[in-house]
């Protein structure tokens, strides 16, 4: 949602004239950086560019593999080889669908250079088991935290804030929006200042505009975009609170649809940050199906999120195949996003709930009656 504030915040800029590399760039970076306690953060163009530094930040480079989830976004698998090294699937965790810290131990070889644990729809993935795995392998740890924006680890630490370097996006489906954008929290002064010098061309903060010391990127954030940011930072608190408004309305309205998997509730003192609303479908029931009726009643729904294994791109590239992760894959072909967003009224997540329960009612009984 966007109001007033970043109306008046971005018309400063233009009247300013400086519309990158100027103040709102360093201002963002500092309130974002305390809104999830991190010491620092480095604004970038998307959440990609920022999981790309994040992944030079820890060292990661040709031959290296990192150890990821094959239940996330395709851009948390594609960075890995945007510096030749290549990402290790393992599976996830059926119930948080998380990557699955033992699974991901048992993928460690010594090619492994990081763990890359995303926080699916804003589920904190468990940091503490991830760490002490790192630690144990002396590995680099990025977390891929563009879909938890609000989300708290068990400990009570904010996603963001535990020091691993960790990337927000601020796409515009985003709990947070620039339009496009990122950022990258750190919790070392000098991966700071690698990540603030590799988003602008390689440039030194001290240096003049044509001396370049190592490899950059053009991965910046302009200071429009960055004055949307702070004034959607002062509105955070509410529109996390009407998302989680929409989830706890979704909830009870799907709570007696027969078979169907809810998103996992807070646990051990842990809490979701509200991205998306995803169910998972009874097995057996025909998802397109579901889909195309929902459909002819005005309600949109998609497939999400489809197993990054079994695209085409990754079965060509590294010869994978159904049945290498089956939690994932069971879960991704289940998966069901119903529509939401921070607004949506009441007798909306009614009807959703009345087609849901009729459509998977009427599916089921196909299905039984077909076998
Ligand atoms: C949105 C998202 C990204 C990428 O962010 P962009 O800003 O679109 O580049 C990466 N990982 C996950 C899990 C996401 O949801």
């Not at 948080?96 to 250079?113: C, G, H, M, Q, V």
């Not at 809810?262 to 998306?276: A, I, K, N, S, T």
């Not at 529509?339 to 009614?350: D, G, K, L, N, R």
């Amino acid at each position: 949602m966007l109001g007033a504030e970043e109306e008046r915040l971005v018309a400063e800029v233009l009247r300013s004239g400086q519309l990158s590399l100027g103040p709102r760039v360093g201002e963002f970076e500092r309130l974002f950086a305390q809104r999830v306690g991190a010491r620092y953060a480095s604004a970038v163009s998307s959440g990609t560019a920022g999981l790309h530094l994040a992944l030079r930040a820890v060292g990661v480079s040709d031959g290296d593999e990192v150890v990821t989830s094959p239940f996330s976004f395709v851009a948390s698998a594609n960075v890995a080889l945007y510096e030749r090294a290549r990402p290790v699937f393992a599976d996830i965790d059926p119930v948080t669908l998380n990557l699955d810290p033992a699974a991901a131990k048992a993928a460690i070889t010594e090619r492994t250079k990081a763990i890359l644990p995303v926080h699916i729809f804003g589920y904190p993935a468990d940091m503490e088991a991830f760490e002490r795995i790192a630690s144990e392998h002396g590995l680099g740890i990025v977390e891929d935290a563009c879909e938890a924006l609000g989300a708290v680890h068990r400990d009570g630490t904010p996603v963001g804030g535990r020091g691993n370097p960790a990337v927000f996006g601020f796409y515009a489906n985003k709990q947070l929006t620039t339009g496009e954008g990122g950022i990258v929290t750190l919790g070392d002064g000098a991966l700071k200042e690698q990540t603030d010098s590799e988003r602008n061309q390689g440039r030194a903060a001290d240096m003049g505009w044509l001396d370049h010391d190592r490899l950059g990127f053009n991965y910046r954030l302009s200071d429009i975009a960055c004055a949307v940011g702070i004034a959607q930072l002062e509105r955070l608190d509410g529109m996390l609170s009407d998302r989680a408004r929409a989830a706890a309305l979704y909830r009870q309205a799907l709570s007696d649809v027969e078979g169907l998997t809810l998103p996992c509730e807070d646990r051990e003192g842990e809490r979701r940050g509200w991205f998306v609303f995803v169910v998972q479908l009874p097995r057996g029931v025909d998802r397109d199906e579901v889909v195309r009726r929902l459909a002819a009643g005005g309600i949109q729904s998609k497939p999400y999120l489809p197993a990054i294994h079994l695209m085409s791109f990754y079965r060509e590239r590294f010869g994978h195949r159904e049945g290498e992760f089956p939690v994932c894959e069971d879960v991704a072909a289940r998966s069901l996003a119903l529509p939401f967003f921070p607004s949506v009224s009441e007798a909306q997540i009614e009807r959703v709930a009345a087609e849901l329960r009729a459509v998977v009612g009427r599916s089921r009984g196909h299905r039984v009656r077909a076998t």
